[in-house]
C-alpha cells in the first residue's frame, strides 16, 4: 500500500495488522481471503473504508481536494451505521420502496429551516462530541458547527445539550423558523412534555422551551439515525477540533466532503 493517506487511514482503524499479512495478485483475492478470517460485520465496515478512500483519491486526482484520513474513518463509520440501521438483522431492508422514501432526510417546508443535531460520546476522554446541521427547504447548508462538552454519564443530557447549542446557533444566524430533529427519541419527548423528569438534564429541557418560545415558528421532532447521518458525522468530527467551530453559508472541504460523501 503506497498511498500515504490510505496507510493513515488504516492506521486508525482496528484492521492495520490483518492487511499487513495478507497477500495476493490482486484486490479481489485478498478481500476473498479476508472474508474467511474476519467478521461478516468487521468486513461490512472494511468494504466501506475501502470505497471512501477510493472516492477520497478521486476526489484529489480530479479535484486536489486532499481530505484528512481521520475524516475518512469517521464517515466511513458513519455509513455503516447508517446502512446497519436501514437492514435488518439478516441483511434485509425492513422497508418497503414507498416506506423508504420516509426514511430519508426530509426538507422543511419554505421559509422554514430544520435543524439537525446529534452528540457522541469518548468515554475514553468523558467528552461529548456535538454537531449541528442547519439546512434550508432548497437542501441548501446554512450552517454546521460542532464542540465539545464534558460528558457526565447521561446521553440523553448530552443530546438535549446538543439541541440547546442548535437553538443558539440558529438564533445567532437570525433563524426564528425552526424544526429541530434529535434522534433521541427521549429528549424530543421530554421537550414536547410528553414525559417528564427530575433529573439535571430538566433544567436543559427547560432553556430548550424558552427558547423555542422566542421562535416566530418552532417545534422539535424525533428523526431515524439514517436520516441524521451527516450531523452524526460531525459530532465525531468534534473531537478532532480542539475548539467550537460555527460555519455559516461557507464551509471547509472536509465539512462540505460530508455533506456530498453521505446521501441521507
Known sequence: MECKVAQ??????????????????DLLTIFHDLAKKISKIDFELMTIIC?????????????????????LVITAGALMEAYRKVKGPEGKCRATKEESKTRGWQPPQQNCFKVNVDATISNDK???????????????AIAAAIKTTKFYGDVAYAEAE??????????????????IETDSQMVA?????????????????????????????????????????????LSKLAFVYSNAVVWLDSFPTEIMNVFTSLNE
Not at 468523558?126 to 441548501?140: E, F, T
Not at 446538543?162 to 424544526?179: D, E, F, M, P
Not at 415558528?217 to 436520516?227: A, D, I, M
Request: charged share 25%.
Open 51 to 71: 470505497w471512501t478512500i477510493w472516492k477520497a483519491r478521486n476526489k484529489y486526482l480530479f479535484e486536489a481536494k486532499k481530505l484528512d484520513p481521520q475524516m
Open 162 to 179: 446538543t439541541a440547546s447549542w442548535g437553538l443558539q446557533v440558529a438564533k445567532n444566524a437570525g433563524l426564528v423558523a425552526l424544526i
Open 8 to 25: 493513515k487511514a488504516w492506521s486508525l482503524t482496528n484492521f492495520e495488522e490483518s492487511l499487513k499479512s495478507l497477500g495476493g495478485p
Open 126 to 140: 468523558q467528552l461529548s462530541g456535538l454537531g449541528v446541521v442547519i439546512r434550508d427547504s432548497a437542501v441548501k
Open 189 to 233: 419527548d421530554l421537550i414536547n412534555n410528553r414525559r417528564g423528569s427530575k433529573n439535571e438534564i430538566f433544567w436543559v429541557i427547560s432553556k430548550i422551551q424558552d427558547k423555542i418560545k422566542e421562535l416566530r415558528n418552532g417545534k422539535v421532532q424525533h428523526s431515524l439515525r439514517s436520516c441524521n447521518v451527516i450531523v452524526h458525522t
